[in-house]
């Protein structure tokens, strides 16, 4: 008999539940009332879901794709043959390599930007300075360049140009296939780099890149040429690789290196001497034709072969070629656009000048490409150098101690305000201080012409209130020394308490004397009274119409008459010149005319404005005229109206001038004492300037004016 029991009945508090497939991936449900949680399995990756449906999708091709797979080494080969591909593996291989080349370098091209800025380097230049003949002067900047625009070019130099460099310049795209070839391999091999490279190219590695060899630098500039070439225009890039280009001799473009070689400017080049300077592009150390024999040699088959290929691409008739058969011979290396001794102080006045009127910023300027036409005379200048080099070393030989402290300024001024000369020291590299510009030392008796002139032109006031009473050449002063100074309301008393007296040089008296004759004779006390009948401010105001600067003038006493002022040489020339122009003064300028690479810039250039009446200042040029008669009677010059001057003393001895006109050009040449080491104050001249009217600055004025 079996025992049945009935089945427990199910405790679900026993029983073990898997999850769903899937059961993670979904959101949790919300329990619901009598019902429990539940588990899901997480959802695949991206990843492992793409790889699911392109596996199954990419079945059918499998078979295919195991059949292109390279078997490689070959297994149907024995020995080495096993690992030579088979054709279809090469051609596999090949077609790999130009697509992901081709890929490669269309991404590159589209991510090549053309720099915004040059090289700091490609866009120096240097300012030349020009006499006022137009010939060459002296050059300043880092950098020999001179941007010139492609129409000032000659055709016939450009093609020279590119018959040596890139004759399919203007059709080709920039880059030169095999030319970067070569160029990489030579660069891997450590070999000449020079060569092979197009004009496009070569520009865009003098303005953007570096000049080194890394294969780096290589693939940039052929994707800066390519994309350079499609946004300039042909003109364009040749004009800035003439005006970039290295051609020996601290050149850089083609017009510094045609003015370096050939002593002109490129639009004066013929073929032959511009095929000359295309030959100095392929490495100017081996091409310029002066350094040796071996380069002469080079230079000349170069040039030989320039010509004849010039021909060949058409740019040169066969019968032009046939004249061009004697070597032109570039000139030898000259400091001629260098800045010297006397040079550094005419660049340092234009310079100066040339930014105030053309109202350019010191940063501007020394970017450089600016020709500046200054109004320096060269014979001028070089017959008033070599008289002061030549009084300078009669001083050293006379007086060698004193000559030690010894300083001499010149300078010639026209009647029209251009400065024709300046001695401004020994040497600009010793002593930077320009000696013409220098307000130093008392201008003395060469001020008096200035109160002459003021009293003519505004009368005197005698008496407090009165009007003004005019005053003639004729009217007569009291021209003894010592003569005390007086005012409306009686004598002139100093911050001592002491009356003001007038002294004649030498303390010599003349008794009554007119005014004419006073000035011809260099008599002080007359014009001390003159300036305080006329008003000291009125003879200020007249002195600076004339041309001294108000910086020069000191205190608005008596002494203001008989010459406290301390103006420049080259500002007593010039007050001195408004007399020989009828009264007329116009600012003393250095620079006629400022071009910016070839384009004109405009300038302020001074007009002439009143300073006083023709009549006023024909009148003192004939008591100068009467002056200089008197002191020089043999001299060649007093036969002539046209030359008026005078010397110029101080009380204090501390300095010696002699100022003057003739033919419309005034110089004023000053002669002092200064111990630089110890301080700035004037030193007694100890006689070293000889006599008053006779001395060493006569002695200057004289050979500078050519007179005497």
């Known amino acids: 008999m079996q025992l049945k029991l009935p089945p427990a009945p199910a405790d679900e508090t026993m029983q073990l539940r898997l999850p769903e497939p899937g059961a993670f991936d979904r959101p949790q449900e919300q ?71 081709t890929m490669l370098l269309t991404v590159a091209y589209a991510a090549t930007d053309i720099p915004d800025d040059l090289n700091t380097f490609a866009t ?35 093609w020279a140009v590119l018959a040596a ?94 003015q370096a070689y050939y002593g002109k400017d490129v639009s004066e080049l013929n073929v032959s001497e511009a095929a000359v300077l295309a030959s100095l592009l392929k490495g100017a150390g081996l091409y310029d034709p002066t350094l040796s024999k071996a380069n002469h040699k080079r230079a000349v088959e170069r040039w030989e072969w320039i010509l004849d290929r010039m021909v060949d691409i058409g740019k040169l008739s066969k019968a032009e070629r046939a004249t061009y058969t004697k070597f032109p011979e570039p000139i030898g ?3 001629q656009y260098d800045t010297g001794k006397q040079s550094d102080y005419l660049v340092q006045l234009a310079s100066q000048y040339a930014k105030k009127a053309a109202n350019l910023t010191d940063q501007e300027f020394d970017r450089g490409g600016y020709q500046i036409y200054t109004t320096f005379d060269k014979d001028r200048q070089t017959e ?108 002139y008393w100093d911050r001592d308490g002491d009356q003001v007296s007038a ?60 010459g406290s002022a301390t103006p420049s040489a080259i500002r007593m020339a010039s007050g001195y010149s408004t007399f020989a122009a009828l009264g007329k003064h116009t600012e003393p300028y250095s620079v006629r005319k400022v071009t910016h690479n070839g384009s004109r810039v405009a300038l302020n250039t001074p007009k002439p404005q009143r300073a006083v009446g023709a009549k006023v200042a024909a009148e003192v040029t004939s008591a100068l005229t009467d002056a200089y008669r008197a002191d020089h009677p043999a001299s060649p010059g007093a036969a002539s109206f046209e030359v008026a001057a005078k010397g ?35 030193l007694p001249l100890d006689g070293i300037a000889g006599k008053a009217n006779s001395g060493v600055p006569y002695d200057i004025w004289s050979s500078a004016m050519s007179i005497g």
Not at 221 to 250: C, H, P, V
Not at 514 to 521: K, N, P, S
Not at 523 to 531: A, C, D, H, K, R
């Open 165 to 258: 460099e890139n004759a399919s310049f203007y059709s080709d795209p920039g880059i030169s296939v095999s030319g970067i070839t070569r160029a990489l391999v030579r660069t891997v091999g450590e070999g000449d780099t020079q060569g092979g490279s197009t004009i496009t190219q070569q520009y865009v590695k003098n303005v953007y890149l570096t000049q080194d060899r890394s294969l780096g630098r290589k693939f940039d500039e052929a994707m800066l040429a390519l994309k350079l070439d499609n946004q300039m225009s042909k003109d364009e890039i040749l004009e800035g690789y003439l005006n970039t280009s290295w051609f020996g001799r601290g050149t850089y473009g083609i017009q510094r290196a045609s």
């Open 384 to 491: 008033l150098t070599d008289a002061v080099t030549k009084a300078r070393k009669q001083v050293r030989k006379d007086e060698p101690k004193k000559a030690k402290t010894a300083h001499f300024g010149a300078s010639s001024v026209a009647s029209d305000g251009r400065i024709l000369a300046v001695y401004g020291g020994p040497d600009h590299r010793r002593q930077g201080f320009n000696e013409s510009n220098a307000t130093t030392v008392p201008s003395g008796s060469a001020f008096l012409p200035f109160v002459y002139a003021a009293g003519l032109e505004h009368g005197v006031v005698k008496e407090r209130g009165g009007g003004a009473t005019p005053v003639t050449p004729q009217t007569i002063y009291d021209g003894n020394d010592a003569v005390p100074v007086s005012t409306p309301e009686g004598p």
């Open 648 to 682: 110029g003393t101080t009380q204090d001895d501390k300095a010696a001038w002699y100022v003057g006109t003739a033919e419309d050009v005034s110089t004023a040449v000053v002669v002092y004492r200064i111990d630089l080491a110890r301080s700035l104050e004037p």
């Open 333 to 335: 290396q000259s400091n």
């Open 124 to 158: 120096q230049q240097d300012n030349v300075y020009f006499w006022s003949d137009g010939t060459p002067m002296a050059r300043t900047g880092w950098v020999r360049r001179q941007a010139m625009p492609l129409k000032d070019v000659p055709e016939d130099v450009r």
């Open 503 to 562: 002294h004649n040089d030498g303390n010599r008296s003349w008794g009554p004397i007119t005014l004419h004759d006073a000035l011809a004779g260099s008599v002080n006390t007359p014009f001390m009274q003159l300036g305080m009948d006329t008003g000291l401010d009125k003879v200020r105001d007249t002195a600076e119409a004339a041309g001294l600067l108000s910086s020069s003038f000191g205190a608005q006493v008596p002494a203001l008459s008989v």
């Open 31 to 101: 329990p619901q009332a009598g019902k429990r949680g539940r588990r899901k399995a997480p959802r695949p990756s991206v990843l492992a879901r793409f790889t699911a449906v392109a596996g199954a999708r990419l079945d059918p091709f499998v078979p295919f794709a195991r059949r292109l797979r390279p078997r490689y080494p070959r297994p149907d080969r024995t020995d080495w043959r096993r690992w030579v591909p088979s054709w279809r593996q090469s051609l596999g291989a090949a077609g790999l390599a130009l697509g992901a080349s």
